[in-house]
């Protein structure tokens, strides 16, 4: 007897994303060993794509920052589609609704989304920080909310530096971030001895990242301050 074909596609699966885990990272943070655990796991994939796009946002930020804005807001509703639509047994639609929705939100509202975009960046700093300097992580919360705050109303005062600013943190963070899940994926690379060195001194990797913004930040205004001398020529 003919055995029966199976017709049936692969499904398209979603990552799930556990809230009690988000709520706990909300409000204590991420520590530096979390971050080199998710960078661990990272496959090489993403890790490439994130040293591309933190080279886009480091380089570039200021130019495409409507469309990279954009991007990052389709990329929260997505997630944040998936975190709804667990609960709904519909985490694909959801997510694409998600992101749908967030994208064609914050076109029309570009300055608000910046501020926005500058506000989440200030909490995410505002926390690194407070757990960097061995507070109550707890308490990780008061710190991002005064970097959310800060980073915020900066965005309304000063635009082009802000969007700047923000575009080469993201960048320096996606770049550093990558490079260090490539460099785990190195056969022969120690990765207990990166560990070390990195707990033993904390500031090691916001240093990186605080140099690797200053960098971007000068490239855009030097690039930007060029454009405009051109522009003024023609």
């Known amino acids: 007897m003919a055995s029966a ?36 796991d990272m496959n090489v994939a993403a890790a490439v794509l994130l040293i591309i796009g933190g080279i886009i946002f480091l380089l570039w930020g200021y130019y495409a920052f409507k469309t990279l804005v954009t991007l990052n807001a389709a990329i929260i509703g997505a997630w944040l589609g998936v975190l709804i639509g667990q609960k709904a047994g519909a985490p694909l639609p959801a997510a ?50 005064m970097g959310l705050i800060f980073f915020g109303m900066l965005s309304f005062i000063l635009f082009r530096t802000s969007v700047m600013m923000f575009t080469s943190l993201q960048g320096s963070l996606m770049l550093i971030f990558g490079i260090l899940a490539v460099i785990y994926k190195f056969n022969g690379v120690d990765s207990s001895l990166i560990d070390s060195k990195l707990s033993f001194s904390p500031f090691i990797m916001p240093m990186a990242i605080g140099f690797a913004s200053v960098i971007g930040i000068i490239y855009q205004n030097a690039n930007g301050e060029a454009g405009a001398a051109v522009e003024a020529k023609k």
């Open 5 to 40: 074909v199976s017709t049936t596609q692969p499904s398209f699966n979603v990552p799930s994303i556990d809230s009690g885990h988000v709520i706990d990272i909300l409000r204590s943070g991420m520590a530096q060993t979390d971050v080199l655990q998710s960078c661990k």
């Open 96 to 145: 694409l609704i998600g992101a749908f929705v967030a994208a064609t939100v914050t076109w029309p509202l570009m300055k608000y989304a910046v501020a926005v975009m500058g506000g989440l960046i200030g909490c995410i700093i505002g926390m690194s920080l407070w757990r960097s300097c061995g507070l109550d992580p707890s308490f990780a919360a008061s710190g991002g909310g």
